[in-house]
């Protein structure tokens, strides 16, 4: 039976890249495929699902990177030099968010952004998961560059969204780090606090971990803020992201650089309108979804906030926009994508019998 392999730097719950290879294990699976996924660190929780790198099959009859950093499979990959690649692109952090606060990951990011030519003429179907990470790709040598969006499941509400009702909640969902550019968030939200609605509420929702001297940078701005009602949840499980989904009146994105911006989809799915500023891949994502801010000016985002929370007319129509993104991302449309793609590059699936029936929509990762 065709033996696809997935090959990762880490695999960890709550990840993007990971959640993407075991939704396209899934598929790989109901198509008649055999399918692998392998990284150089694989958190115990998923040990099941995915090998080490040590461990992984000799001899797929395809190989898919998905590349996002520098490590030990990145180099695997060029050492092995496998005879049917596929390269998926999901952007590198640029290392100039990060040597103030973690230069051992600004070190890995910095060599992965220089290195990605290296594969420009190893790979037999080179990807990117939006136009933005397709145009960098061009700009390093890669060639007909097939874009598919992420696969995304995101809960829908069972009943259409409520107007808010008492003091705002304003959401925010992503790692703690310097890309996310929190700063302006808070500045922003202190001015539309003391504005318009002094007993609103900031949710932030992620991880800090590798960050901690960003977090503590973040912490004594708001001392200097004198905002008041922040919250730094930190990571939580899904059930517990999706209630703040549904409670919040505004979802706000400030963040500098995107590949893609998972949350932002999750955010539209649950009815929730965006504020945003448009960087990288941040406008593709979004579509007609959300209020697109041409810069980061705290100002102009507290009154856009304002803008969002008050005028119902506004947050309908943004809704509405958001119904139109949603089917264009919609997983059976993003399946198609991925396995026409997965057919150039594999080719059909051989000696394994009828393909099981396709994973069910609603299906959710562990």
């Known amino acids: 039976m065709t033996l696809v392999q997935q090959l990762l730097a880490a695999a960890a719950r709550h990840d993007a890249v990971t959640g993407q290879a075991l939704e396209l294990h899934r ?37 898919i990177l998905r590349y996002s950093i520098w490590g030990a499979t990145a180099e695997a990959v060029l050492e092995s030099r496998p005879p049917r690649l596929g390269l998926v692109y999901h952007n590198v952090t640029p290392a100039s968010f990060l040597h103030a606060v973690n230069p051992t990951l600004a070190r890995l990011c910095a060599r992965a952004r220089s290195r990605l030519e290296l594969f420009s003429e190893e790979v037999h179907l080179a ?6 990470n397709a145009a960098e790709m061009e700009e390093q040598g890669f060639e007909a560059v097939r874009i598919v969006p992420l696969l995304l499941r995101p809960r829908r509400p069972q009943r259409h969204p409520v107007e808010p009702d008492g003091p705002p909640v304003v959401l925010s969902v992503g790692r703690v780090a310097p890309n996310k550019r929190l700063e302006v968030l808070l500045r922003a939200f202190a001015l539309f606090q003391r504005a318009h609605a002094p007993e609103a509420r900031l949710v932030l929702i992620g991880s800090w971990e590798g960050f901690e001297a960003y977090r503590d940078a973040l912490d004594r701005l708001l001392e200097r803020l004198g905002a008041s009602g922040v919250r730094f949840l930190g990571q939580v499980e899904d059930a517990e992201r999706d209630r703040w ?59 856009a906030l304002a803008a969002v929370v008050a005028d119902r007319t506004l947050r309908a129509g943004l809704r509405a926009g958001a119904d139109r993104r949603l089917a264009e991302l919609a997983p059976e449309r993003v399946a198609q994508q991925l396995r026409a793609a997965v057919l150039e590059l594999a080719g059909p699936p051989t000696g394994g019998g009828a393909p099981a029936s396709a994973p069910r929509p609603e299906a959710r990762l562990p």
Request: net charge negative.
């Open 27 to 63: 598929l790989l699976q109901s198509w008649g495929y055999r399918s692998e996924i392998a990284a150089e660190h694989v958190q115990p929780a998923l040990g099941g699902l995915v090998t080490t790198l040590e461990r992984r099959s000799p001899e797929p009859d395809a190989s």
């Open 127 to 132: 990807m990117a998961d939006s136009a933005y």
């Open 245 to 303: 989904y549904e409670q919040a009146a505004v979802y706000a994105c400030t963040s500098a650089h995107e590949g893609f911006c998972a949350p932002l989809v999750e955010a539209m799915a649950a009815g929730l309108p965006v504020v945003a500023v448009g960087a990288a891949a941040v406008p593709e994502t979004l579509g007609e979804g959300g209020l697109v801010l041409p810069d980061d000016d705290p100002c102009v985002f507290a009154e």
